[in-house]
């Protein structure tokens, strides 16, 4: 089993890390000490998700984050980290408009992030990806269950069972690569779908609750450990902690098992 480079991950390392078949693994941190954990065990991408909604604020939704929200917790994330990439959300309606991202994202960058992320590939979403792109400001995109989505999806469902939710799903992966994103994460799709698209984009993908197929995996802090956040808990989620035995043990142990492409297994995929 490969392991992970002790120079800090980049931009560029994701795509080099694709072509070299080595498996990309993700955790979302909201503090520096579990982000100093994560850093020590190989984790390559830290994640401030605007998932820190429901499992820190003890909100419904991701709604009520706010880029002050998500600034905070990236400074603390960033003291924490020496080596692996920092990717921080725009929070819901943060990238409404181009200028409104920039902004955001500028805030984000300022406060030690290495990269932003934004849900979906509206037209609105493609134009703050070029304007992103386009002033140097590195992105990811994220497809499939968008959790910014919720009031229109009526809840937390897998996305692209049907033919043409599947198709756009194809289009759109295409579309937000060819906007600029340099990383996808696909959320509740379908493991052959996800495999479809990610052998067709030219960017590396991560997956969580994707199936194996993705270039990596990502995982909540929480879910990965067992915690109980006072939500229903996915398929997709696997407590590492059982047999990691410790919180840097569980890290550890998610890290082999998505590099050894052990994690995630058809109990945790969606088909």
């Known amino acids: 089993m490969s392991q992970a480079p002790a120079k800090p991950v980049t931009v560029p390392a994701l795509g080099d890390a694709r072509r070299a078949g080595r498996k990309l693994a993700m955790l979302t941190a909201y503090d520096a000490g579990f982000a100093r954990v994560f850093d020590a065990s190989g984790v390559d991408i830290v994640l401030v998700g605007d998932s820190l909604g429901m499992v820190v604020q003890g909100e419904a939704s991701t709604l009520p984050v706010t880029v002050d929200h998500i600034e905070y917790h990236t400074r603390a994330v960033a003291r924490g980290l020496s080596r692996a990439l920092l990717l921080a959300d725009l929070p819901f309606q943060a990238d409404a408009t181009p200028e409104r991202a920039l902004d955001a994202a500028t805030r984000l960058l300022q406060a030690?992030?290495?990269?932003?992320?934004?849900?979906?590939?509206?037209?609105?979403?493609?134009?703050?990806?070029?304007?992103?792109?386009?002033?140097?400001?590195?992105?990811?995109?994220?497809?499939?269950?968008?959790?910014?989505?919720?009031?229109?999806?009526?809840?937390?469902?897998?996305?692209?069972?049907?033919?043409?939710?599947?198709?756009?799903?194809?289009?759109?992966?295409?579309?937000?690569?060819?906007?600029?994103?340099?990383?996808?994460?696909?959320?509740?799709?379908?493991?052959?779908?996800?495999?479809?698209?990610?052998?067709?984009?030219?960017?590396?993908?991560?997956?969580?609750?994707?199936?194996?197929?993705?270039?990596?995996?990502?995982?909540?802090?929480?879910?990965?450990?067992?915690?109980?956040?006072?939500?229903?808990?996915?398929?997709?989620?696997?407590?590492?902690?059982?047999?990691?035995?410790?919180?840097?043990?569980?890290?550890?142990?998610?890290?082999?098992?998505?590099?050894?492409?052990?994690?995630?297994?058809?109990?945790?995929?969606?088909?």
Do not use: W
Request: proline residues 6%.
């Open 112 to 271: 030690g992030a290495g990269m932003v992320k934004l849900e979906g590939a509206g037209p609105h979403k493609l134009d703050a990806i070029r304007f992103l792109a386009g002033r140097e400001i590195p992105v990811s995109a994220h497809l499939g269950l968008t959790p910014q989505s919720v009031l229109r999806f009526g809840g937390f469902k897998v996305q692209g069972r049907e033919a043409a939710a599947a198709e756009q799903l194809r289009a759109d992966a295409l579309a937000v690569a060819e906007a600029g994103a340099d990383l996808l994460v696909l959320e509740c799709v379908p493991s052959a779908l996800a495999a479809d698209i990610t052998r067709a984009s030219p960017i590396p993908t991560i997956g969580i609750g994707a199936g194996p197929h993705c270039d990596g995996q990502v995982l909540v802090l929480h879910d990965m450990l067992g915690l109980d956040t006072g939500h229903r808990r996915p398929k997709f989620v696997k407590d590492f902690l059982v047999e990691g035995g410790s919180v840097a043990g569980a890290v550890q142990a998610y890290v082999n098992a998505v590099r050894d492409g052990s994690f995630p297994d058809a109990a945790h995929a969606y088909e």
